[in-house]
């Protein structure tokens, strides 16, 4: 079954609106991770967080980490143009060695007009 | 200075066909991975290596073959091609269990 299953699918906002994108995950992890993606590129690396931490801040990003419910959140304030992209969860599981896989999920197309 | 890189960006290729894709990175990392996107933008891992060695290999069809000649390197060899083998493929590095950089990625059409 697929993990880092992200909702909504698609989320349309204007500049200047708050962003809110969410992720459930169904193993447990070592860390979850954010990642960004504009169109016709590679992914490029947010935030880390790991499993003993609730919340981070990465300038105007902001992760959460709900391990009891499997869920993460991430947070974009005042969004711009700019930030239209792709976004995606990836968590990589507990145990195991330290080469761990990352399993991403669907991610979550942000939309953010002028 | 590009950190991770692929090449080509773009191939186009008949079913049948045998080809390869690149990546280097200069980032020092011991760990590289290739993943697969597809259509759906579902982002799944095929392969990893640590300093030249296979140690993530996620049923992936055997025509799908990973070859690895520097810890800098690793490159994927596909044969015989078919039309789900159509999408983009990813090379990432990173140290050990921590955050991935990601290439520029090579979109690959089966035609």
């Known amino acids: 079954s697929q993990q880092g299953e992200e909702d909504p699918q698609a989320l349309s906002i204007q500049e200047g609106e708050n962003a809110t994108m969410n992720c459930s995950y169904k193993?447990?992890?070592?860390?979850l991770q954010w990642y960004r993606q504009n169109s016709g590129r590679g992914l490029v690396h947010l935030i880390l967080?790991?499993?003993?931490?609730r919340e981070k801040h990465s300038g105007r990003l902001r992760v959460t980490l709900d391990t009891s419910k499997k869920s993460s959140s991430l947070l974009i304030t005042a969004s711009r143009a700019a930030d239209t992209a792709s976004y995606f969860c990836?968590?990589?599981?507990?145990?195991?060695?330290?080469?761990?896989?990352?399993?991403f999920g669907q991610g979550t197309i942000l939309t953010v007009h002028p | 200075d590009t950190a991770v890189s692929q090449t080509p960006k773009y191939l186009v290729t008949q079913m049948g066909n045998d080809k390869s894709i690149k990546c280097e990175q200069n980032l020092g990392h011991d760990t590289m991975y290739w993943y697969k996107q597809d259509s759906k933008k579902f982002l799944k891992i095929m392969f990893s290596?640590?300093?030249?060695?296979?140690?993530i290999n996620e049923t992936v069809p055997n025509r799908f073959s990973p070859k690895s000649p520097d810890k800098a390197h690793l490159n994927l060899h596909i044969n015989s091609l078919e039309l789900g083998d159509s999408a983009v493929y990813f090379c990432?590095?990173?140290?050990?269990?921590?955050?991935?950089?990601f290439g520029p990625g090579t979109r690959l059409t089966v035609l």
């Open positions: 290596y640590n300093n030249k060695e296979l140690i």
């Open positions: 193993t447990s992890i070592n860390n």
């Open positions: 990432a590095s990173s140290p050990p269990g921590i955050t991935q950089y």
């Open positions: 967080i790991r499993s003993n931490e």
């Open positions: 990836a968590t990589r599981d507990a145990g195991g060695t330290s080469y761990g896989k990352l399993t």
